[in-house]
């Protein structure tokens, strides 16, 4: 157990539609970041916050948010849903904001979109 | 543009044999190199990291590293797998310069037979 925690974990919707997935990090950690995992393109970065604020960005479509909000928990909303938007997504968190900080990881959230 | 390349998408070994997941990478800059594992249905566990210093870095369950500059490679080896290492592993890279983000390997499956 990484001590990050993920809900739900899983999702089914349809096309079209909006969803929220929710993330909060393991004690301390200020960090947070989201992945993509599907089977054509891999495991993805997506974007990252630190204590609040955007760190870095991946390859996010604009259909996709996030936040972090004060209480260091993150969701990352996925609207207007394609059939191509299925995939695994996870959460990470780590202490600082910077790449060579430990990232540890979420047991996901499985998106499926019929 | 910063790549990591896992040639073999999956290695099949027999128990008890030794073991080497190649992974390479392209950076123009110097780079920090992760090593992840993913068992079935988890998130992604921190086997192993190199930052700086001894180009050999060990890890947990026994599995290393050696980090070769020349060859741009990061190579993960394990002398004896077990059963249980049969699992997906991921390696990471990411740039010193200023980028907070990990480009992630399309990742190399391990399946070790009794």
């Known amino acids: 157990d990484s001590g990050v925690t993920q809900t739900p974990k899983h999702l089914i919707t349809a096309t079209g539609q909006r969803v929220t997935l929710r993330c909060s990090p393991r004690?301390?950690?200020?960090?947070v970041y989201w992945y993509q995992q599907s089977l054509d393109q891999g495991l993805q970065f997506l974007i990252q916050y630190y204590n609040g604020e955007e760190r870095a960005k991946g390859n996010i479509l604009e259909r996709f948010s996030a936040q972090q909000f004060p209480d260091l928990h993150s969701e990352l909303n996925l609207s207007s849903l394609e059939l191509g938007d299925s995939a695994l997504y996870f959460c990470?968190?780590?202490?600082?904001?910077?790449?060579?900080?430990?990232?540890?990881f979420g047991p996901g959230t499985r998106l499926t979109v019929l | 543009a910063q790549s990591v390349t896992q040639l073999d998408s999956q290695v099949p070994v027999f128990e008890e044999a030794p073991v080497e997941l190649r992974c390479n990478y392209s950076s123009s800059v110097s780079v920090y190199l992760f090593w992840y594992v993913q068992y079935p249905n988890q998130g992604l566990q921190l086997l192993l990291k190199y930052l700086s210093g001894s180009t050999l870095v060990k890890g947990i369950n026994g599995f290393e590293a050696e980090f070769n500059k020349s060859q741009t490679s990061f190579h993960l080896r394990k002398p004896s797998v077990h059963i249980s290492d049969t699992a997906e592993y991921f390696c990471a890279a990411g740039r010193l310069d200023s980028s907070y983000k990990l480009i992630f390997g399309s990742g190399t499956r391990l399946l070790v037979r009794p």
């Open positions: 004690s301390g950690d200020l960090s």
């Open positions: 990470a968190s780590s202490v600082e904001e910077w790449g060579t900080d430990t990232q540890y």
